[in-house]
């Protein structure tokens, strides 16, 4: 099994309390970490503007910006985000964004990419709010004008959402025909087939029952397509709430439910209950079975997220002794 690490940009409040010049720092600390041994394959950023779970002015980091800030400072992690919304910015220029940094990072970029969801910060940054099957139309012209500017350098779409009229892109990215392609997200009619046609990476939800099921929407789609289902890569994302015993792990949630407080304390249990319910909860013997579990369904890469990394690194460190090198042995 493989493993990337979100690294805390804020959007999640898990920045709070720490002052604003020590937040790269953090990031940054915290990314070289991941850049050493050989345990964490990427690391990954949300792209997002307002905070959640609500929109409540905590610092939120621009993505992209922090994703050739990472490919500056690391050597050897792979960088990705999940996922960057299609129509936060025209996808020509992505395209272009996306290829310098797989130039500044030696070819180490993901390129995750979506529909988008978030309506309080598409409306607040006048992007509108098109309903979901113009945001999917959106995302599948995107992807074809990615597909021709990494591949040929230059592209030509008169698309519904997009145009382009012989942009041209130079340099090519490091990576041949581009940046992986990730199609997050588990909508069946069109995220999914979207995917089958394009993605390298897949990503949707996490759980037993919801990953086999989105899976075999996703192989419907492949056969369709004549796509080979085993060729897509399929991860899902986790909050891991780990501890080396159960007392720890409860630990753990109530500080989740303390810091959380701090900012959205209306909303403070209940993401302390959501963090409690999740698959990747309890001692690293327990967390070792529900992957084993899941990799025995074909999840084969677990983007990780742990809500105290900012502060603590200890559950990350208690992860990567115990928890990894079982799946990998």
Known sequence: MRFGLFIPQGWRQDLTGIETAQHWPVMRDLALHADEGDVWES???????HAVPEPNGEAVHEAWSLINAFAAVTRRVRLGQMCTCMAY???????????????VSGGRVEMGIGAGWYEHEWR??????????ERLAMLDEGVQIFEQLWRDGVATLDGKHYQV???QLAPLPLQAGGPPL??????EKKTLRIAAEHAA??????????????????????????????????????????????AEVDDRIAWVEEHMSRTVPDKAPGIAEDFRNGPLVGTP????????QLEGLGMTYAITYFAEAAYDRSGIELFEREVVPALRG
């Open 124 to 133: 607040a940054y006048g992007y509108g709010f098109p309903r979901a099957g």
């Open 165 to 167: 009229d012989g942009a």
């Open 89 to 103: 910015r025209n996808p020509a220029y992505l395209a272009k964004v996306a290829a310098t940094a797989d130039v």
């Open 182 to 187: 990730w199609i997050a997200g588990g909508g």
């Open 43 to 49: 690391v990954w950023v949300y792209d997002h503007f």
């Open 201 to 246: 990476y897949t990503n949707f939800d996490g759980s037993p029952e919801g990953f086999v099921h989105k899976s075999e929407i996703l192989r419907g789609h492949c056969e369709d397509l004549g796509r080979d289902f085993d060729s897509i890569v399929r991860s899902a994302n986790y909050n891991v709430v780990i501890g080396a015993t159960d």
């Open 285 to 292: 013997e327990k967390i070792v079975e529900t992957l084993r």
